[in-house]
C-alpha cells in the first residue's frame, strides 16, 4: 500500500474497529471472531462495502482478508461492476497451515499506535514494550494457537473455490510465502507492477 499509494483495506482491521466502537455490526462480528470463526457473509460484505464508499478508494484499493467466500466475491463483482469497475489482482500467497499457526501466535500489537511485533521474527526491544510509544504489547484473543487453527480450517474450506474463480478469470497470482519475508515481499511487488 505504501508503495503503490493504493487504500489498504483489512477487513480485519475493519472488524477490530466496529468491535472497538460497539457499532451493531460491531457487536454481531464479535460474537464469531471470539470464537476463531468466519463472520457472516452479510456482516463482512456490508463492512467492506461501506469502507469502498470511502474518497480513497476511488483511484484503486488493495483488499486484505477479503473475499474469503464465493458470496463475498460476486457480491464485490456486482457492486465493483456497478461503479465500472473490476479486481485486477487475486493474490494467493501459499503458506503451510503449521507455519501460519507459528507465525500469527507469535504477534503482538501495540495496545496504543499498534505497531506490529513477532517474538521471533520481529521482536521489540524490550519485551512488551513498544520500540515507537514504550507502550505496553498485547496479543490479541485470536492470535491463540486454538482459534488460530479453527480459523484456517474454516478459511482453507472456503479457499479452494475462490482460488479456481479467480484463476478462471486470469486474475489470480500465486506466491510462495513460506521463504525469507523479504524475498515474498519482492516476488508480491513484482506481482504487483503493470
Known sequence: SEKTGLAHISSGDLFRENIGKNTDLGKKAKE?????????DEITITMIMDRLSRPDTERG???????RTMQQAKALDEV????????????????????LVNRLAGRWTCSKCQAIYHEVNQPPKQAG?????????AQRDDDKPGPIRKRIEVQLANLEPLVEYYRGRGR??????????????????RSLEG
Open 172 to 189: 489470480l497470482v500465486e506466491i510462495d510465502g513460506a521463504g525469507d519475508p523479504d524475498a515474498v515481499t519482492r516476488e508480491l511487488e
Open 129 to 137: 514494550v513498544c520500540d515507537n510509544c514504550g507502550s505496553t504489547l
Open 61 to 67: 484499493f488493495m483488499l486484505d482478508g477479503f473475499p
Open 80 to 99: 465493483l461492476a456497478n461503479g465500472g469497475r473490476t479486481i485486477d489482482r487475486a493474490v494467493y500467497i501459499r503458506v503451510s497451515t503449521d507455519e
Open 32 to 40: 464469531y471472531v471470539d470464537q476463531g470463526l468466519l463472520v457472516p
